[in-house]
Each structure stands twice: as C-alpha cells, then as structure tokens.
DNA sequence: TTTACAAGCTTTAGCCACTAGAGGTTCAAG
DNA sequence: CTTGAACCTCTAGTGGCTAAAGCTTGTAAA
C-alpha cells in the first residue's frame, strides 16, 4: 500500500510525472483508497524504477514500453532487448559526434575573440559566416 | 525582393520555421506584395543565416536573440557575446559527459548479453536494478 | 488572355516528456 | 476534532518546430 508520493520519493519522480506515466498508459491505473487516492504495490515501485532507469540512459518513452513488454515475456529470446539497445547506443553515438564536433567549433570560436569591440568579435563574425566553420555540423540540437 | 521561399531555399530552413521566427520576433515582419505574400531583402537573408548557424551550434533561441541585439550594437565590447559562447560551451560539455557515461554503461549492458532467454538478459536486468550500475547517471535526457 | 499549378497564405493542432498552477478534497497525526 | 501535508482533477505551458486543412496569389506557357 504505498501512495504516490512514496513512488516519487524512492524513485525520484516528480508525483505528476508519475499520473503522467499512468495517463500514456506506461503505468497501469492503481487501486483507490475509499477517498479516490491511488496506493501502489511493489510491482509498480519496480516497474517504475525500471522506467526512470530506462529513462536515464536516455532511452525513448516508446522504446520503454517495447522492453516492458519483452520483460512480461522471459520465455522469448532476448535478441530483441538487445537490438533496442543497439539503437539506443547507436544514437548515443551520433550525438556524441555532433557534440564533439560543436564543441571544437565553440572553442575555436572563444579562442579567437578579441575581447575587444564587438565590430571584431570572432564569435559573431563566426556565426555570421557559415563558411569560417571548419567542421561540418548539419544537424540542430543537442 | 526575395520570397519565403528562396529565403528558405538558400538558409535550408522550412517555410513554417521562418513564418515562425516571425511569429516569435526573431525576424522582422517583412513587407508584402498587394496579394499579401511576403517579400524579403538581403539583410533578411543575412539574418536567417545567422540565426540558423547559431542553431546548428546548438544556441538556445533565446541565446540567438541575444547574440542578435549585440549584433546591432557593435560599438559595445564584445565581452558579452563572448560570455555567451562560453556558457554554450559549458552546456555542450556537460552533455558530453553525461553521454559519454551513457555510451559506457550502455556497451556494457550490451556486451554481456547473452543473447540467449529473455530471462537471463542483461539489458533488462540492468534496467531493472540499478544498483548495477557502475556510471552515475542521474540526470535525464540528452 | 486564359489557364494551370506551384507556391504562398492563415489557423489550428500535434510532437516529446514533462512541469506548473489553480482550486478543491482526503488522510493521518496530535 | 482540528490541522495541514499530501492528495485529487483539469488546464495550460515549455522549446522549437512540423504538419495538415483549406484557401488565395503569382507566374509562365499555350
């Protein structure tokens, strides 16, 4: 019988995240107290322990929901967890790369400024003249 | 006289986005034709450019704007576009660790499994004990 | 000059993964 | 029985776009 804010407090989850997570469906509805307050059993501690993990590692709400349901099925093989996690450490990668790239590209930047008037300021000058750029970043975001 | 079109064109930006970057102020409202579409000069162009360059390097639209009124002041010390390349940096840093961990403890999760049964899969056990872990993670996202 | 149609227009809603706030109710300790 | 922390629902906002519906305009060829 834990209340939700228990569930917040043990698994570092903001309380409206969690009746967020039961609103996609993600968590499934908990029984109520006679008053319509929501207690939780063990199981949806760990279930939703195993989705802040999942969510730390930076892995999407839909690829969490595909492993929940490989984990309701431990007879199956577990090829397809595995290549989840392909994908995910595929994309860690990639922004890595793009990170790594914007990176070099704002400290290049930063090196070059003058500190003086901002007609000579490299780093507008920089962001002025996408030909200055000397990596290739193509992508926007993170 | 240029169109939203070849506004888009020229910067790889999509119509929409720049109607929104209007929408928001980021770009002037421009002047338009007597049927109503807008109409754009080179300064506009010059603009866009450097709005989406700022973007590629991961600026925050607020950063861009920002750096935009510092632009149209450029007798001032550049000191402060400099600071705000260096908290971009800071921010493109701090993300880098954090997915350099994920990229480890995702590896590792991989490389132990088995391939064999769901129930003996690493991938999942990891995620549901996180006690396991060896990174600290603690931050969620990109 | 007419016609075809690409490109433009506005408005509205959706994406992800939450987060915040208003305004009310319930539970448990003292 | 009273207090007040914790709970409830509902709505709307975040960032940075993106898509679709359903219309109008601009331009080039026939």
Do not use: N, W
């Not at 834990?2 to 409206?16: A, F, M, P, Y």
């Not at 709400?61 to 290549?83: F, T």
Request: net charge neutral; hydrophobic share 35%; with cysteine.
């Amino acid at each position: 019988m834990l209340t939700i804010g228990t569930l917040s407090r043990k698994t570092g989850t903001k309380v409206q995240t969690v009746r967020y997570y039961e609103q996609i469906g993600l968590l499934r509805e908990p029984g109520r107290t006679a008053g319509g307050q929501r207690r939780y059993e063990e199981a949806d501690l760990d279930r939703l322990a195993f989705i802040r993990h999942a969510r730390q590692l930076g892995f999407a709400l839909d690829a969490i929901r595909e492993l929940l349901d490989l984990s309701d099925h431990p007879q199956q093989s577990c090829a397809d967890a595995d290549s989840i996690a392909r994908r995910q450490l595929k994309q860690v990668e990639q922004r890595l790369l793009r990170l790594q790239a914007l990176q070099k590209e704002l400290k290049r930047m930063i090196a070059e400024c003058s500190g003086d008037r901002m007609a000579d300021c490299r780093v507008l000058e920089v962001l002025r003249d996408h030909s200055e750029c000397l990596t290739a970043h193509d992508d926007i975001g993170a």
